[in-house]
């Protein structure tokens, strides 16, 4: 089953948010925004973590994390029954009280009709009232009519006549599953790797890190299908029990060492004057555990050393590697699903990283990224949040979350895009602008954008920004490849709220006929009717950047000769240049 919408109220600087999940969700947000809140967030409600008296919202007293799960296979519809919608989807609600308590609630439909409510059921089982009961049919013919019988008879009647019955989703009295606490996996596995851990952490063999997690599963399937494994368990089993007193059949064993008779026997006549004997027994170990217990993972990169000693770039590749494998092996068991016929899923995996490029170089970075992007496409879900544009593909949109704190009354918002903005040839188009901006997802990270044509605006304005005193580091410039591509760029800043500025070309060169006066003229007007006024605005170069800094026409490697052109001895900005430089970097345009 997978994460479809997750609601957060009163955690830590979250007051009140909804997201809806991916597969691929990657959080980002300038510092103290709450990036990492949203991450633990879903750590506290899987009991990755436990929840604190300083992680309520200021001054709450109760806060809660409710997730809806949807994409249930066989075995979860089983497991989750009685929360099972008529969508087939569950939502459970894990909330926390100041001073420690924790409980996990689930929703149910319940009928309005009172004698269809199980909480109901001990009111009906006398058979005189039962029997006047529509769900009569189904009750027992003859004996006592129990709770139970009550109950089997309402969810019957229930399942044959769903589309008659008004239902009331609401959340449950009694806990989850009708546990004190959900025992930890109920929902599936996490796999988290928090920012700052020692690599070895990830791989021991504790049951609790990553590495442990996969190796369990090596270990496990060693034990179903390698005949070696299985004869040692079963020589083991034999010589444990040669210890006790009685085989595993419960007759005298006769073959026990003299030893432990003896020192049994000592033992026993000490306590003489109690009336007590004492007797031993051994159990065999757990093969399993032994095994995993006593493995260690040894690096050797020239020197053969244990992971501990090795750099922080080598310990974080490490676990890259770690989670590759995870992306290759899940990809390859859901291939391997689909050929048999069978639904395409991760058996519930969620992988959480916080801040997985630490100690990575940039083409790590993108390899890492790939992985992330191979693990969802395998049919489990990703959770991460980045610093790094490296781990961002504007493709994928829709995977992105952006958090922002304007103030501490609203604390953290989310800002994300659920719907297809492109099809067609626009989709097209705005993919193949990754060739030309290949950074582009650093956009998400701006304080502001600004949505140039083309190579020559963005070499020469930074330079012209900086000769004027106003260039600003925390903007970013784009290269949308043309002028009709802005509009497709303007767009997703709208549905983002990433404030921008569109700069582009008038394109009314005395050269130009009516026709191509026209064609410009209408791509002016898709650029300006896609501006929302509230986020961006947009600055006109008159016909062009050249014509702007008094360059010739004609001519060829159009950046470089205005960059040299800027550059030269002499040269000076122009007050109607200077005018929309400083229009373009203005903090508060």
Known sequence: MKIESIWIKNWRSVKEERLQAQDLMVIIGQNNHGKSNLLSS???????????????????????????????????????????????????????????SFEYKGYIENPSEDWLQEANASAYTKRELASS????????????????????????????????????FELETTNFLGLKTVAKGIFGEVYFIPA?????????????????????????????????????????????????????????????????????????????????????????????????????????????????RKGHGLQRALTVALIQVAAKKAFADAEAGGEQGN???????????????????????RSLFDSFVALSES?????????????????????????????DIDGTKVKQCTENLFEGDSKKDFNLSYWINPDRGELFFASKVVLLEGATEKTVFPLLAKKLGVFRYEYTLIDCGSKDNIPLYVKLMNKFSIPYVAVYDRDHQIHKGPDAVAAADRSTKKIEDEIDANIGSSVVLENDIEEELGLPNGGSSKPYVALSYITSEGFSVTPQMEQKIRAIYDAGA
């Open 379 to 407: 049919g489990s879900q990703v959770i991460l949040c980045t610093h790094s544009s490296g781990l961002i593909d504007v493709e994928r949109y829709k995977s992105i979350y952006i958090a922002t704190k304007d103030n």
């Open 343 to 365: 639904r395409k899923a991760s058996n519930s995996r969620y992988f959480i990283f916080e801040e997985p490029e630490l100690y990575l170089h940039p083409q790590a970075q």
């Open 133 to 168: 009961l529509p769900f009569h049919p189904y009750i027992p013919e003859s004996g006592r009519i129990t709770k139970q019988d009550i109950i089997d008879a309402q969810n019957e009647y229930i399942r044959n006549n769903r589309e008659n019955i008004e239902f009331a």
């Open 196 to 308: 700052v851990k020692e690599a070895s952490d990830d791989f021991s063999s504790k049951d609790s890190s990553v590495f442990g997690k996969m190796y369990a599963e090596v270990v496990a399937l060693m034990s179903e299908h390698n005949n070696d494994w299985k004869e040692t368990k079963e020589n083991l089993g034999r010589l444990f029990s040669t210890l006790n007193k009685k085989d595993h059949e419960g007759n005298e064993n006769n073959e026990r060492p003299q030893q432990l008779i003896d020192f049994e026997q000592e033992l026993t006549d000490e306590l003489t004057a109690w009336g007590a004997k004492v007797e031993l027994e051994v159990n065999a170990p757990d093969i399993e555990s032994v095994f995993k217990a006593n493995t260690q993972v040894w690096i050797d990169d020239g020197v053969r050393t244990d992971i501990k």
């Open 42 to 100: 879903i750590l506290f409600f899987f009991g990755e973590i436990k929840h604190q008296d300083l992680d309520f919202y200021h001054g709450s007293t109760e806060l809660f994390v409710e997730i809806q799960f949807g994409a249930l296979d066989e075995s979860d519809k089983t497991t989750f029954k009685k929360y099972l919608t008529s969508e087939e989807k569950i939502v459970v609600r894990k909330s926390a009280y100041l001073g420690g």
